[in-house]
């Protein structure tokens, strides 16, 4: 009974520090984002109608950059606290339930400062991004090299069990910059980027709890407390958009999360439970982008120059208003992802089963638009 009285207290204290954190990113986002919203009005930080998007109006841009501070700062402030009681515990007083939990999140505290590093240039070169418009190889280069330069930290890898350091490199480097662009060309009408992030978000915090990644816990909730801030401003009709700054800094933070977090359980190693599990939660961002990039090859267009045949464009040109595609978009997230929540064990069947699930639902989805395709190329707009 004391070790049962005990654990609860235990999960009683860390249920506050993660609640806490999500409410601190959520109310800095709240303040930060009409002050942003200001001053990128101020400066000329506009976004102009045309392109991927749909706004008939210019819109101020730098809404990640709120996004990027309420995330970060109550991640850095947690990790800087637990460092300081580390050192010194009469600083101020720590739970005993909290303890273990606060030496070992100090004890990665330089892998917290590296991560926090990558997402600053992350969002300083999607700021940069979004002020001058870079060309599309020199945005993907740049890319390249913020992803590579994290993968270089030992323990923010992708391995899949392969014995290769360099392997590991490349393969997380791809898987980050996938994941950047992925959430960067949601970011084509209001809302989208962010409800996915949150949705998808939220089932990887369902795997990160279910084996007390607490780490990995509180990371994601101050990216969803951030965005979900954010999306008060930004749901149809916008008044803000997050800007490349924004979108990119979302894949950059949940490619990390992925990376970071274990997807094996128990003596049992099964190799495919880290490789398919982080497919079936970004299914939908996944789809989007490699149908477009289907599409593009198709019909002989520029694979990096920016058009509309995402999701969105093609629900839209079947008459969907801008609030029905948001929702038909969530509910594809959530036909999707929550599979991924199942599998923790060491069965193959367990992760084959909701990954066959989430491949259906998208064949599903792909043979619907190929049959009333036809009726609506006509509609299609350059």
């Known amino acids: 009974m004391p070790a049962l009285l005990g654990c609860s207290m235990e999960m009683s204290a860390m249920r506050f520090v993660l609640v806490a954190t999500f409410c601190a990113s959520f109310t800095i986002a709240v303040i930060l984002v009409p002050l942003v919203r200001a001053a990128a009005t101020k400066w000329g930080l506009m976004a102009h109608p045309g392109g991927r998007r749909k706004h008939r109006v210019a819109l101020p841009l730098g809404g990640g950059i709120a996004v990027f501070l309420a995330c970060c700062l109550p991640v850095l402030a947690a990790g800087v606290l637990s460092y300081l009681w580390r050192h010194d515990q009469s600083l101020f007083s720590v739970p005993p339930s909290l303890q273990d939990d606060v030496l070992r999140a100090s004890s990665r505290l330089p892998v917290l400062l590296l991560v ?24 993907l280069l740049g890319q390249f090299i913020i992803a590579g330069a994290v993968s270089l930290v030992p323990d923010v890898r992708i391995s899949l069990f392969i014995p290769s350091p360099w392997v590991h490199v490349v393969l997380t480097s791809v898987w980050i910059v996938l994941m950047m662009n992925s959430f960067n060309l949601l970011d084509n009408m209001d809302g989208q980027s962010g409800l996915v992030a949150l949705l998808t978000g939220g089932v990887l ?8 990644q607490y780490f990995i816990a509180g990371l994601l909730l101050a990216l969803m407390g951030s965005v979900l801030g954010f999306l008060l401003f930004n749901l149809p009709p916008a008044s803000v958009f997050m800007g490349d700054a924004g979108a990119m800094f979302i894949g950059y933070v949940l490619a990390i999360a992925t990376t970071l977090t274990t997807f094996v359980t128990g003596t049992r190693v099964n190799p495919l439970f880290p490789l398919l599990v982080p497919l079936v939660i970004f299914a939908m961002p996944l789809y ?31 008459g969907m208003s801008d609030r029905m595609v948001l929702l038909t978009v969530g509910l594809m997230v959530l036909a999707t992802s929550p599979g991924a929540t199942i599998p923790y064990g060491s069965a193959t069947w367990q992760i084959v089963v909701p990954a066959a699930q989430a491949a259906a639902v998208i064949l599903v989805i792909i043979l619907l638009e190929l049959a009333i395709a036809p009726r609506s190329n006509h509609e299609e707009e350059p």
Do not use: C, W, Y
Request: no cysteine; hydrophobic share 50%.
């Open 116 to 139: 926090l590093a990558g997402g600053l240039a992350v969002a300083i070169f999607g700021l940069v991004d979004d002020a001058r418009n870079l060309r599309p190889r020199t945005k």
């Open 205 to 212: 915090l369902v795997l990160a709890l279910q084996t007390g």
């Open 288 to 318: 989007d982008v490699l149908s477009v990039v289907a599409i593009r090859l198709h019909k002989g267009r520029p694979l990096l120059e920016g058009d509309r045949s995402h999701v969105s464009h093609r629900l839209m040109r079947l």
